[in-house]
């Protein structure tokens, strides 16, 4: 549930350097998974 965590820290407005670091790289996982999902269904 960190994810959660983050997202609503980021609404109020009050996190940490860490924390947005934190998230910016969570989302970068998950483009990357979003993006290899397509091409494991054209492998398949």
Known sequence: MI???LVRGL???DLT???IV???RLL???F????????LV???
């Open 42 to 44: 054209e492998y398949v």
């Open 17 to 19: 350097q860490t924390e």
């Open 32 to 39: 990357l998974f979003i993006c290899k999902i397509p091409l």
């Open 28 to 30: 970068n996982y998950y």
């Open 11 to 13: 609404e109020e407005g």
């Open 3 to 5: 994810e959660f965590g």
């Open 22 to 24: 934190m998230l910016t």
